[in-house]
């Protein structure tokens, strides 16, 4: 039993009035309180396997967002990455850049992370252009009244080819000469803003 839940948490009311809290600290773990006010209240609830991301010493995952559709099941967004993805390409590099995972379960104690992302780091427009994204970060999601999610709130970095090939001028990382998810912190590149995208339908 924990008295509080660590700190990078979304938190989340269960249809019961159950709270229940998304923490990643070092693995990402599920936790619940009926009344968050008590003492020794977070009682935790699950360490979510995340083998289905292949997370190893390139692959790596950060910013769970959990939230619980309309029929009750839980589900949760991540900005899981390959710091091999970058420039000159590695032939182990993931195809295209790898920015998501998505992470879903019946009871909210046991989970299947998907081995298929459920965006990538670019964003088609209604004129026909496509924009890519250096990195998509800290998912979040805007709910309509029947609790359907209708856009997808991220962190973006826009560097990608504006200086020839694709993250060239972002600072290395392992397996990587020029990782594009630190384009995001490469001086002088080092700028982000919020980009909110329409999802083409509700997810049921």
């Known amino acids: ?61 950060e910013d769970p967002y959990l939230w619980m559709d309309p029929r009750g099941h839980w589900h949760f967004l991540a900005h899981v990455y390959d710091y091999r993805d970058g420039w000159p390409p590695n032939p182990n590099q993931t195809e295209p850049v790898l920015v998501s995972g998505h992470g879903y379960s019946l009871d909210g104690v046991h989970w299947t992370a998907s081995d298929t992302p459920p965006y ?51 600072d290395a990382r392992p397996g990587s000469e020029h990782s594009c998810v630190v384009c995001k912190t490469s001086t002088p590149f080092d700028w982000t803003h919020t980009l909110v995208t329409p999802l083409r339908s509700s997810v049921h």
């Open 1 to 61: 039993v924990e008295s509080r839940p660590p700190p990078l948490r979304i938190l989340r009311f269960h249809i019961n009035g159950t709270l229940y809290c998304g923490c990643n600290e070092g693995a990402f773990r599920v936790y619940r309180a009926n009344d968050p006010t008590e003492e020794n209240a977070w009682e935790l609830v699950s360490t979510i396997d995340l083998s289905g991301f292949n997370v190893n010493t390139y692959i790596k995952a």
């Open 120 to 170: 990538y780091a670019w964003v088609d427009y209604e004129n026909g252009t496509r924009v890519h994204y250096s990195t998509f970060e800290r998912p979040h999601l805007i709910f309509d009244e029947e609790g359907n999610p209708t856009h997808l709130v991220n962190g973006v970095s826009p560097l990608w080819d504006q200086y020839g090939e694709p993250c060239n001028v972002c």
